[in-house]
């Protein structure tokens, strides 16, 4: 069974650029959620993708995006990077939408300078 | 606004010894709780849960307890060992929803 996998695991962008992250999820699961973690932090709810549409959002602006793939695999996209999103990304999967025990990844952590 | 909140940020514990982390939460509305525990370089791997209507589930070392009164929640680890080290998130689920909240974490060393 293969797990959640990320890339890159790290990245550094300058301000203003745009980033975009990548997530395998686990096999046979439908659902993948993407959290944000602040250094010192828990991880923060950004969205949830299922059956390839966006299934909620937190607090965050429109300049994070996302996409899910037929075959599950989904993307976090930042437009306009600021210093402050410099954070570790986490992938989680699961297998319906509401199932809350997630499978996380290990995360692709972004540096902005 | 922090809806779960998790003090203390570090605990060291002797290993064969009881480790206890704790979790308070604000909103009535959370239905499920769960910890998960995270080294360093990997994602958070899931511990345990338990549901609102329970106050108490067990799995092998771990034991989580549920007040709902106090809105409060408990992990114990018994007996702790060497790796138990690791930082220990707790996390709920809002009703109806399908997001986690999660807490600062806690950072546990258990030394040999």
């Known amino acids: 069974e293969t797990g959640v996998t990320q890339s890159p695991t790290h990245l550094i962008k300058t301000r203003g650029q745009q980033v975009t992250l990548r997530c395998s999820s686990q096999?046979?699961?439908?659902?993948v959620s993407w959290y944000q973690q602040a250094l010192g932090q828990g991880p923060q709810f950004i969205f949830q993708?299922?059956?390839?549409?966006?299934?909620g959002r937190g607090n965050f602006p429109p300049r994070f995006s996302g996409l899910q793939f037929p075959n599950y695999s989904s993307e976090l996209n930042v437009n306009a990077l600021e210093l402050d999103d410099s954070a570790l990304y986490l992938c989680a999967s699961s297998r319906t939408g509401t199932n809350e025990k997630l499978f996380f990844g290990s995360g692709t952590q972004l540096s902005v300078l | 606004d922090q809806q779960v909140k998790q003090n203390s940020p570090s605990l060291s514990v002797q290993e064969g010894r009881i480790s206890i982390l704790n979790c308070d939460y604000t909103n009535s509305m959370f239905d499920y709780f769960l910890w998960y525990k995270k080294y360093p370089a990997e994602g958070p791997t899931f511990l345990i849960s338990?549901?609102?209507?329970?106050d108490k589930n067990e799995d092998g070392r771990f034991t989580v307890f549920l007040n709902k009164s106090a809105k409060h929640l408990s992990l114990h680890i018994v007996p702790s060992q060497p790796g138990d080290s690791a930082v220990y998130f707790c996390?709920?689920?809002?009703?109806?929803?399908?997001?986690?909240?999660f807490g600062k974490g806690n950072q546990v060393v258990v030394i040999p």
């Open positions: 338990i549901s609102s209507i329970k």
């Open positions: 096999s046979g699961h439908n659902t």
């Open positions: 993708y299922y059956r390839e549409e966006e299934n």
């Open positions: 996390a709920a689920r809002l009703y109806g929803n399908n997001r986690l909240a």
